[in-house]
């Protein structure tokens, strides 16, 4: 197991593309964190290379780790294009952490894919606060790593981070705190 963000990954491919002597056949799993992987690479990844790529989402503050994105059994059998769109999010909480998204007011948001707002997050290892600044923002025991998400719906759970870009084309309403 091998890890690094993904553009290590597209540049050690466009190396591959070009010096195919490299053999990499011996690294069968990837963690993918720092970003959102395309799903091309994804897809390149595990059928040119059999290296499999799990999205992992977390934060030093997390220890680091907060989702990892494995398929189930059964989605084993889904199409291509639906198994890599799966694993292009960033994955389900992992076992100890406790997620949430809430609103502009702090109100809890369903996890129904559409929902958009700040991630919360909370656990036995979560950081309760920084070092020497008492008002960083936390509420109930409640991290707010200050990033703003969406939450697909249970029971796949699936945290999609989303970029300013992004908010401002497909979530016009949602205004982030300053």
């Known amino acids: 197991m091998v890890g690094a963000v993904p553009t290590v990954w597209i540049a050690i491919h466009a190396i591959l593309e070009k010096e195919p002597q490299w053999d990499i056949s011996s690294i069968r799993c990837i963690l993918i964190g720092g970003w ?4 091309s690479l994804l897809e ?5 290379y059999g290296a499999n790529m799990l999205h992992a989402w977390g934060m030093t503050e997390m220890t680091p780790i907060g989702t990892v994105c494995r398929l189930k059994s059964y989605m084993e059998a889904l199409p291509d294009e639906e198994r890599y769109a799966i694993r292009a999010k960033q994955g389900r909480v992992v076992a100890g952490v406790d997620l949430r998204i809430v609103d502009e007011a702090g109100h809890e ?4 894919g559409k929902n958009v707002g700040e991630i919360q997050a909370r656990g036995p290892w979560i950081a309760s606060a920084y ?8 509420v109930a025991k ?3 790593p200050d990033e703003v998400t969406f939450i697909d719906a249970v029971p796949e759970t699936s945290v ?3 970029d300013k870009k992004v908010l401002r084309e497909r979530f016009k ?4 705190k300053a």
């Open 36 to 39: 959102a992987a395309p799903k």
């Open 44 to 48: 390149i990844f595990d059928k040119k």
């Open 109 to 112: 948001q369903p996890w129904d």
């Open 131 to 138: 070092y020497n600044n008492p008002l960083a923002p936390r």
């Open 142 to 144: 409640w991290w707010l």
């Open 160 to 162: 999609g981070k989303l």
């Open 173 to 176: 309403a949602w205004k982030p």
